[in-house]
């Protein structure tokens, strides 16, 4: 399903991805502010259409431009033993790595999850090294309550 929001000029490129994190006060008094809201808080898009149409924005230098945007899947890092395609996982920081600097630290603990959130194993990927040691495989997760 096609949504309709506005985006930073200077980020409004087809493909790019981007989690919304919701409201924010400075846009208050926007005339606009219903487009930016109506995504979901949490969520992660992906950027499918970039409109002509562009506005003024006190947010975004060089204003915002309307863009179609869809939601998309979260990557993540699971345990080799829980990837299995099409179950549902209860999503949980790890305790076994705090390593922040790993280039895989990102992935491990993603942006846009909370703990406790009902996540479902859309596709699973290949085997990743992991430089502490454990077994972990990539897969990409959407909310359980939606439709992949």
Do not use: W
Not at 3 to 32: H, N, Q
Not at 102 to 118: N, V
């Amino acid at each position: 399903m096609m949504t309709v929001t506005l985006i930073g000029e200077k980020i409004a490129k087809v493909g790019s991805e981007f989690i919304y994190c919701g409201p924010i006060p400075e846009c208050r008094d926007c005339r606009l502010k219903n487009v930016c809201f109506a995504l979901d808080e949490g969520r992660r898009y992906r950027i499918t259409k970039v409109r002509d149409v562009k506005h003024e924005c006190e947010v975004h230098e060089g204003g915002a431009r309307v863009v179609e945007v869809e939601k998309t899947e979260t990557p993540y890092l699971i345990d080799a033993r829980l990837a299995l395609g099409g179950s549902t996982i209860t999503y949980s920081l790890r305790e076994a790595c705090n390593n922040i600097g790993c280039e895989l630290f990102r992935t491990c603990y993603p942006a846009g999850l909370k703990e406790g959130e009902k996540m479902k194993i859309v596709s699973v990927g290949a085997e990743v090294q992991c430089p502490a040691g454990n077994k972990l495989v990539d897969v990409k997760l959407a909310r359980s309550d939606e439709k992949s």
